[in-house]
């Protein structure tokens, strides 16, 4: 292979940016709850750890982590912890009657821990470094061009930012908003039950 293979790598790209995740589940929740500015800064979190991840990926890491199984591990765990610990957030909401449950207005909610809220899950995501390294792995040769490369690392940021945001545009919608607010405890139960199962799923894997 003398160039790089862009009709596997971006409808890859795509398809894995549009499934259904951790990551898709959180901008979703932020969207519905707080609104399409919080949406965004969550979204714009979940770009910037699949930012980081393509960028490592490109520089080799994702090999090192495929290579140190106690490193893969503990990023296997940590993601593991994270996901419970929103599973619990949301199961403990769920429970919470209407004229108990405290919600914070978008003014008392903190724009920055929207943001790392986003970040953290994909970074914690063992998932993502494998994607992106097998991504680069097998549809860029090795005679790629530091121009070429930065390119395509260009194209896949691209890519993964119109997604998120349609995601936080789309579900930040007032009918949206409005669902959301008349049916929050089954909304919580089940991102509860979504990032419980994916939680667990990781640590026994």
Aim: with cysteine.
């Amino acid at each position: 292979m003398s160039d790089i293979n862009y009709l596997l790598i971006l409808p890859a790209a795509i398809l894995s940016t549009s499934c259904p995740g951790p990551s898709t589940m959180s901008i979703l929740s932020t969207s519905m709850a707080y609104g399409r500015k919080f949406g965004f800064l969550n979204a714009f979190g979940v770009w910037t750890g699949a930012f980081i991840w393509s960028l490592s990926a490109a520089a080799g890491f994702s090999t090192l982590l495929a290579s140190t199984p106690w490193l893969m591990n503990f990023i296997r765990i940590a993601g593991a912890a994270y996901l419970l610990f929103l599973s619990f957030k949301s199961a403990k909401a769920a429970l919470t009657p209407n004229e108990n449950l405290i919600i914070k207005t978008p003014k008392q909610r903190s724009g920055f821990k929207t943001y790392t809220k986003g970040l953290f899950i994909q970074l914690a995501n063992p998932k993502a470094p494998l994607f992106f390294g097998s991504l680069y792995s097998v549809a860029v040769p090795i005679t790629v061009t530091p121009h070429e490369l930065l390119l395509l690392i260009g194209l896949l940021a691209c890519n993964s930012l119109i997604i998120l945001s349609t995601y936080a545009f789309l579900f930040s919608a007032p009918k949206a908003r409005d669902t959301f607010q008349r049916l929050r405890r089954y909304f919580e139960t089940s991102f509860s039950l979504f990032f419980g199962f994916l939680g667990f799923k990781l640590i026994l894997q």
